[in-house]
């Protein structure tokens, strides 16, 4: 006998609707504690107004210097955060979910009458957390393009808005927030120490503005494989230095002493960076009910077969790319392949 129906699915929502509409920050509250992102709430779009001060104003004085000369005081750049609609259709039949009583879990003897949730919960929690997982991954690599059935066709990701301020004009040599590095690879040998004085070249060529107080490289785990072994080389240590120690060092040879490396699969591999101040880059979510969020329906004339439809909202948004907050380099990297769920359908 099916272990569920339509019907014991559908009380199953609405009961655990408050709990279901939290679920996919779940899978992205980890990856923004783990980046240092903002999770933030928008009502369809939220806009930033940056102020850069113009320089030069301070004129020596003496009687009659005045001259009504035309000064500009400063300019305004504003940075919009704008949620897309995203959807999930799952189709399933509740006849694959066969009653299975268990007596003992993982050693635990499993009571009953104590139990968290049913059955159905757990049914929609599975189809709910796949969801924010696709989320984790389009937040960095998402592209917009209704014309796709992927997760990186749902909303604009942190790197696409990037591509898009490049193209604008607004990250560039000239502004001093694009520098290149090259790439950062593994070393070939044991004397090798280029991969970590690429990076600490490329870490020093920031504003010192950047590099002092709270700054923050982002970048692939492969980059900081890369220059933690470059750095035994150049030190000659017969072990493998600690995260600490090579954080330490960078830190010391950067002249950023409140430097911290974040990586995170979502990142992807390659040797694309980020150098930004904590808190600078947001992922919004668009301000709504739970009713509206997951829906479960039957969709046939099989009463078995069972349609969960999850709607939402959401994109990205880097709050400044000033250079003295935020620079990059003029690496790319490739979407992670295992971020999302457990195996590729065929």
């Given at each position: 006998?099916?272990?569920?129906?339509?019907?014991?699915?559908?009380?199953?929502?609405?009961?655990?609707?408050?709990?279901?509409?939290?679920?996919?920050?779940?899978?992205?509250?980890?990856?923004?504690?783990?980046?240092?992102?903002?999770?933030?709430?928008?009502?369809?779009?939220?806009?930033?107004?940056?102020?850069?001060?113009?320089?030069?104003?301070?004129?020596?004085?003496?009687?009659?210097?005045?001259?009504?000369?035309?000064?500009?005081?400063?300019?305004?750049?504003?940075?919009?955060?704008?949620?897309?609609?995203?959807?999930?259709?799952?189709?399933?039949?509740?006849?694959?979910?066969?009653?299975?009583?268990?007596?003992?879990?993982?050693?635990?003897?499993?009571?009953?009458?104590?139990?968290?949730?049913?059955?159905?919960?757990?049914?929609?929690?599975?189809?709910?957390?796949?969801?924010?997982?696709?989320?984790?991954?389009?937040?960095?690599?998402?592209?917009?393009?209704?014309?796709?059935?992927?997760?990186?066709?749902?909303?604009?990701?942190?790197?696409?808005?990037?591509?898009?301020?490049?193209?604008?004009?607004?990250?560039?040599?000239?502004?001093?927030?694009?520098?290149?590095?090259g790439a950062i690879t593994a070393?070939?040998?044991?004397?090798?120490?280029?991969?970590?004085d690429s990076l600490v070249e490329?870490?020093?060529?920031?504003?010192?503005?950047?590099?002092?107080?709270?700054?923050?490289?982002?970048?692939?785990?492969?980059?900081?494989?890369?220059?933690?072994?470059?750095?035994?080389?150049?030190?000659?240590?017969?072990?493998?230095?600690?995260?600490?120690?090579?954080?330490?060092?960078?830190?010391?040879?950067?002249?950023?002493?409140?430097?911290?490396?974040?990586?995170?699969?979502?990142?992807?591999?390659?040797?694309?960076?980020?150098?930004?101040?904590?808190?600078?880059?947001?992922?919004?979510?668009?301000?709504?009910?739970?009713?509206?969020?997951?829906?479960?329906?039957?969709?046939s004339k099989d009463p078995n077969?069972?349609?969960?439809?999850?709607?939402?909202?959401?994109?990205?948004?880097?709050?400044?790319?000033?250079?003295?907050?935020?620079?990059?380099?003029?690496?790319?990297?490739?979407?992670?392949?295992?971020?999302?769920?457990?195996?590729?359908?065929?």
């Amino acid at each position: 006998m099916p272990a569920m129906n339509i019907d014991s699915l559908k009380r199953a929502n609405e009961q655990y609707q408050g709990v279901v509409y939290t679920l996919p920050l779940v899978a992205l509250q980890e990856m923004a504690a783990a980046l240092k992102m903002n999770i933030i709430f928008v009502d369809k779009e939220d806009v930033i107004i940056n102020r850069r001060r113009a320089a030069g104003q301070m004129r020596p004085y003496f009687p009659g210097c005045t001259d009504n000369e035309k000064t500009e005081l400063m300019k305004f750049v504003e940075m919009r955060l704008k949620v897309d609609k995203i959807y999930s259709e799952i189709e399933d039949n509740v006849t694959n979910y066969e009653d299975k009583k268990i007596f003992s879990n993982a050693g635990e003897v499993v009571d009953n009458k104590t139990k968290k949730h049913p059955a159905e919960f757990e049914m929609i929690k599975a189809n709910i957390q796949s969801f924010g997982e696709d989320i984790c991954a389009a937040a960095w690599f998402g592209e917009r393009d209704i014309t796709k059935k992927s997760p990186l066709a749902g909303f604009n990701g942190v790197y696409t808005v990037m591509d898009l301020l490049k193209t604008a004009g607004y990250i560039s040599e000239e502004e001093g927030n694009l520098v290149e590095s090259g790439a950062i690879t593994a070393p070939a040998d044991s004397t090798s120490t280029a991969a970590y004085d690429s990076l600490v070249e490329w870490i020093s060529s920031a504003s010192s503005f950047l590099l002092s107080g709270d700054v923050q490289l982002l970048c692939a785990k492969s980059v900081v494989f890369a220059a933690k072994k470059a750095y035994k080389n150049k030190v000659k240590a017969h072990k493998d230095p600690t995260m600490a120690e090579f954080l330490e060092a960078l830190r010391d040879d950067t002249f950023a002493p409140g430097l911290e490396v974040s990586f995170h699969d979502a990142l992807g591999t390659g040797s694309r960076m980020i150098l930004t101040k904590k808190g600078n880059i947001d992922l919004g979510r668009q301000t709504g009910k739970g009713a509206e969020f997951c829906q479960v329906r039957n969709y046939s004339k099989d009463p078995n077969e069972v349609q969960f439809w999850i709607q939402d909202a959401f994109g990205t948004r880097i709050r400044d790319v000033h250079k003295k907050v935020f620079m990059t380099n003029e690496q790319t990297n490739t979407a992670p392949a295992g971020l999302y769920g457990d195996y590729t359908p065929a």
